[in-house]
């Protein structure tokens, strides 16, 4: 029987997922994330020397102002480095990130700073005093500010903070004041109407699972090696060191290999001791950085051990359970597996049947659309009542949240004039079969429904605070797109900071 080993960790190539390149929006998460980072920059902390080593390295330039990293106490791109990473403990695995947010947070910072010296904004005593007091840096227990832990601090931290609060607050109040919308009634109505005439959708996939058995077997006989398998148990951890450590106990019978991985393995098969199960060479080799190392560990002698072999979860020690031997190609699953491996390394093979078995199933579902779907052993997918959403407004209830399979909404976001046919055609239309990834669908257009009264409440009660929100996006994406922005993070990132070579 074949593992589950395509759920704990396998790279497995999803229905669904679009080859091509459609529009993309920024969902309210990637909003919210924003705002986040925008009120970081008021989040102040006294010096570290996390960085006290760094060079002055420039990543870019916004108007011509160089955007620099240097170790120095008046740098705002050293300081949001320091924030950020004591506020998310910076390692070797969201590095690069904290590095980006941090440049990010200073393009911003430069170009809001811009805008207040034109506009002559300047920093009054009070000013500083309420940002003191409300910059957390000097708090009591009950989270106000406490003047005796203000005292008590030394001058240099104190003058530290200070031209802290000093450097940001023009642009906070610049961003402040580009972001007080204020959301009128007959702008309340206007959004509101946007989700009024929503209608309903019916889909039938056809993907790789209609791939006849018997061509899947053919396959699988004129190139076995992919799927050879073996009874695999697995240890992750975090460095190759200790991937040998844990190995070397195990040799030398200071712990069982099932302890180990009970105990101190990091991936998901710790609850089983570390059995991967029946394991076949492709699905092996795609969760490994060196593919090729499934040929050392399909040669490993029943009942040994390999060395530590860098995984994409982190080094992994493998115990070879069994010898290999071809996979049962009379076991479901595992026919299954052969089909999405065909879908995902011979796509043209693949679509050639889809797209002839698709064209074939609707003509049958243009007669009978629940008998097609039937004949076939296939689901219809109910698609929730949905808007027309060509500008991918946030404001618009669409496929986005009412399309539990995602392929309508795939297929939609690629290709505008189906979009657009899906919201003029008439009810009860049988739509021609349209790819989405690697699997086709079949459409059929439901009536005009109800629109979701407690989703379009909650959009009127959310809207006044997001439309600030949203202003802020706005703001950003045009500092970000402006031909004044000169973004040479990535390869400053990897050539200065990691020190790899771009040849």
């Known amino acids: 029987m074949p593992s589950e080993n395509n759920a704990n960790g396998a790279v497995i190539h999803e229905k669904g997922k679009k080859n091509g390149k459609g529009k993309h929006r920024k969902s309210l998460g990637w909003i919210i994330g924003v705002v986040v980072l925008i009120l970081i920059s008021a989040t102040f902390i006294l010096p570290t020397t996390v960085f006290s080593s760094t060079p002055k390295i420039r990543f870019g330039s916004y108007n011509g102002k160089d955007i620099v990293l240097e170790a120095s106490y008046d740098n705002y791109f050293f300081n949001q480095l320091n924030t950020l990473s004591a506020a998310y403990q910076m390692n070797a695995q969201n590095m690069m990130q904290i ?106 996939t056809v993907d790789y699972s209609s791939y006849p058995d018997e061509e899947a077997v053919a396959f699988v006989n004129a190139d076995p090696a992919p799927f050879t398998a073996m009874e695999l148990s697995v240890i992750t951890l975090p460095s190759e060191s200790e991937a040998a450590e844990a190995a070397l106990r195990i040799q030398n019978g200071e712990a069982t290999f099932e302890e180990t991985a009970a105990e101190s393995s990091t991936d998901s098969y710790a609850s089983g001791n570390g059995s991967m199960g029946s394991v076949m060479y492709h699905n092996l080799a795609s969760i490994l950085v060196d593919s090729a190392e499934a040929d050392t560990v399909f040669a490993t002698a029943e009942g040994s051990l390999t060395e530590p072999i860098q995984g994409y979860s982190g080094w992994m020690v493998f115990r070879a359970d069994s010898v290999p031997a071809l996979a049962d190609l009379s076991d479901a699953d595992v026919l299954d597996d052969v089909k999405r491996y065909i879908s995902a390394n011979d796509s043209e093979t693949m679509d050639i049947f889809l797209s002839a078995e698709a064209d074939a199933i609707y003509a049958e579902a243009a007669v009978d659309f629940e008998g097609a779907a039937d004949a076939h052993g296939l689901a219809i997918t109910e698609v929730g009542a949905s808007s027309y959403n060509p500008a991918y407004s946030s404001f618009i209830l669409d496929f986005a949240g009412n399309d539990p399979e995602g392929l309508l909404y795939n297929a939609a976001s690629s290709d505008p004039d189906f979009y657009s046919s899906l919201f003029t055609a008439e009810e009860g239309t049988v739509m021609a079969p349209e790819s989405t990834g690697t699997s086709y669908i079949i459409a059929r257009t439901g009536a005009e429904a109800t629109p979701n009264q407690t989703m379009l409440s909650y959009l009127n009660m959310m809207y006044p605070s997001y439309a600030p929100i949203v202003a802020g996006q706005d703001i950003e994406q045009s500092i970000l797109s402006s031909e004044s922005f000169e973004d040479n993070f990535l390869t400053t990132y990897f050539s200065k900071i990691m020190g790899v070579s771009a040849q």
């Open 99 to 204: 590095y980006y947010q941090a440049f990010y947070q200073t393009v911003l910072q430069t170009a809001l700073q811009e805008m207040a010296d034109e506009a002559g904004i300047s920093v009054s005593n009070r000013m500083l005093s309420q940002g003191l007091m409300q910059s957390g840096a000097y708090r009591a227990e009950d989270g106000s500010f406490d003047l005796e832990t203000y005292n008590a601090a030394s001058t240099v931290d104190k003058d530290y903070l200070m031209d802290q609060i000093r450097a940001n607050i023009p642009s906070q109040m610049v961003y402040q004041d580009l972001t007080s919308v204020k959301t009128s009634n007959a702008e309340m109505e206007f959004v509101s109407s946007l989700s009024s005439t929503p209608r309903t959708f019916q889909y039938i």
